[in-house]
Nanobody, 114 residues
Framework: QVQLVESGGGLVQPGGSLRLSCAASRSIFNNYAMGWYRQAPGKQREAVATITRSGITNYADSVKGRFTISRDNAKNLVYLQMNSLKPEDTAVYYC????????WGQGTQVTISS
């Protein structure tokens, strides 16, 4: 069973920053692309950012220039640095691995509110 464990969510004011972390097993981390998705209330889950094994990144237009995805190969961690946060970024954020048509973490809540 794939284990993806997210951390780092919370409540932040607009304009603030958060960093999410996703811990994965070494076999998943080393062999599959990973990324972050989010799901806001009443909306479909959407891709936020992905990163390949070689470090090629891709971002949703709505977060380009504000969010950065990265990998720590020594720690088997994937990060999502989120800056200039907006209320519309409020959602449950899920770690994803491109394993068996998609594997998911349990999600972490990110709330942007004053």
């Amino acid at each position: 069973q794939v284990q993806l464990v997210e951390s780092g969510g919370g409540l932040v004011q607009p304009g603030g920053s958060l960093r999410l972390s996703c811990a994965a097993s070494r076999s998943i981390f080393n062999n599959y692309a990973m990324g972050w998705y989010r799901q806001a209330p009443g909306k479909q889950r959407e891709a936020v950012a992905t990163i390949t094994r070689s470090g090629i990144t891709n971002y949703a237009d709505s977060v380009k220039g504000r969010f950065t995805i990265s990998r720590d190969n020594a720690k088997n961690l994937v990060y999502l640095q989120m800056n200039s946060l907006k209320p519309e970024d409020t959602a449950v954020y899920y770690c994803w691995a491109n394993y068996r048509s998609g594997s998911w973490g349990q999600g972490t809540q990110v709330t942007i509110s004053s």
